[in-house]
Nanobody
């Protein structure tokens, strides 16, 4: 069973950058992709980016295309999300997830991390 833990959130000024990390422990035979989500207060959790375990291919939500980069360090079992040109509307809890199907959809999640908070000020 895989367990996930996010790190790297904080309070930053608009236009700044952050690099989040998700450390995975354990193993799951059912995990097809690793994904990042965020949730702002009062809003639904939304998928941001995903990377397929098998071939390393990546996909991004249209709303954040060009400002986010997902990557992984397979030897250390760490998933990263680099956030650039941050805006106040990017504020929220960021979660990583191991998904079994429909990557970045959040409906077939094997495991969630506890989340890390990102706050962007004007």
């Amino acid at each position: 069973q895989v367990k996930l833990a996010e790190f790297g959130g904080g309070s930053v000024q608009a236009g700044s950058s952050l690099k989040l990390a998700c450390i995975a422990s354990g193993y799951s035979y059912e995990t097809y992709c690793m994904s990042w989500f965020r949730q702002a207060p009062g809003n639904e959790r939304e998928g941001l980016a995903t990377i397929v375990e098998g071939d390393g291919s990546t996909h991004y939500a249209d709303a954040v295309q060009g400002r986010l980069t997902i990557s992984k360090d397979t030897s250390r079992n760490i998933l990263y999300l680099e956030l650039n040109s941050l805006k106040p509307e990017d504020s929220g809890m960021y979660y990583c997830a191991a998904e079994r199907f429909q990557c970045m959809g959040g409906a077939y999640v094997e495991a969630w991390g506890q989340g890390t908070l990102v706050t962007v000020s004007s």
